[in-house]
């Protein structure tokens, strides 16, 4: 990967509330992954009234915290600075594909149906589709196309018990569904693809008007590098922060509870910002956005 300045400043985070009756342990995904064209520059997480937390990686090597509620209300605050890149997501292969008897083994995992991405059963679909495509990006692109194009986009459609093959018959969905049909039919052609969760800001491009949330979107090791893709929106994108990367969603859920709790209140927010002018714990200001416009600004 070249380098690229990191000469853009995003603010991310959550709060988050869970009641419960009894000590309910729980897991938490939330921090930035420290990798790619990302640098974290101010972060603060705390977990309120629960038992302390120990971080640790998962077998994804995403950042968790393992914690307990307490009976009570249990306030999570996560806040960072992040300084990104201006330039999109990179489509530079350093390599040209590998076939999957090539295949490092450690990625092996992302080319087998899972849970959420039911390759298993897109197999005909896939090969109808897109079996005439060049093997590669080619095929990856024309993937992503396919999805954005047949499924709709509806906001709190999502249901956590739904697989791409569900989702790509009912042709309706949340970012996280999307996400999940281009992997499966990306593993129904051997290509290791991976289900990612993060923060994705308004940069270069308008505000969707829905409330700010985390953001699910996936990658495709093309050529010796993870590639990104976004089947949701479908063009490269400034700003991504990824939180974590896995199989699929059940390795990307930011909050994992072990028993009953309820999530009483939810916010997340992820904009530009000026980092002379907004630290971690400043009050959430959207009015200080520097983004939600079509021009790149660089302070």
């Not at 090969?127 to 194009?149: E, S, T, Y």
């Not at 929106?233 to 991504?240: E, S």
Request: charged share 20%; aromatic share 10%; with cysteine.
């Amino acid at each position: 990967m070249n380098w690229t300045p990191l000469n853009i400043t995003v603010r991310v985070g959550c709060r988050l509330v869970y009641g419960t009756s009894v000590p309910t342990p729980a897991l938490f995904v939330l921090k930035p992954r420290l990798e790619g064209r990302v640098l974290v520059m101010q972060e603060r997480l705390s977990f309120g009234i629960g038992q302390p937390a120990y971080e640790f990686q998962d077998s994804h090597g995403n950042i968790t915290y393992r914690s307990t509620l307490m009976p009570g209300s249990n306030e999570i605050n996560h806040d960072a600075l992040v300084a990104v890149s201006s330039l999109p997501d990179s489509r530079e292969m350093m390599w040209p594909v590998q076939s999957v008897g090539q295949l490092p083994y450690e990625l092996l995992r992302y080319t087998l149906p899972s849970r959420y991405c039911d390759s298993d059963k897109l197999l005909d679909l896939a090969w109808n589709q897109f079996g005439q495509i060049a093997h590669g990006l080619p095929r990856v692109q024309a993937i992503c196309d396919w999805v954005h194009q047949n499924i709709e986009y509806r906001y709190m459609s999502g249901r956590s018990d739904l697989s791409a093959s569900e989702v790509i018959g009912r042709r309706y969905g949340v970012c996280r569904d999307f996400a999940h049909a281009a992997i499966a039919l990306c593993r129904a052609f051997n290509l290791p693809a991976r289900y990612v969760t993060g923060h994705l800001p308004d940069i270069a491009c308008l505000d969707s008007g829905s409330p700010m949330d985390f953001h699910a979107y996936c990658e495709v090791y093309l050529g010796g590098e993870w590639l990104t893709f976004d089947p949701r929106f479908n063009t490269r994108r400034i700003g991504r922060v990824k939180v974590a990367h896995g199989a699929d969603a059940v390795d990307g859920a930011f909050a994992t509870i072990y028993g009953e709790a309820k999530l009483t209140y939810f916010q997340v927010w992820c904009y530009q910002v000026d980092p002379r002018e907004v630290s971690v714990g400043s009050p959430i200001d959207l009015s200080k956005r520097m983004d939600n416009q079509m021009t790149v600004r660089v302070v």
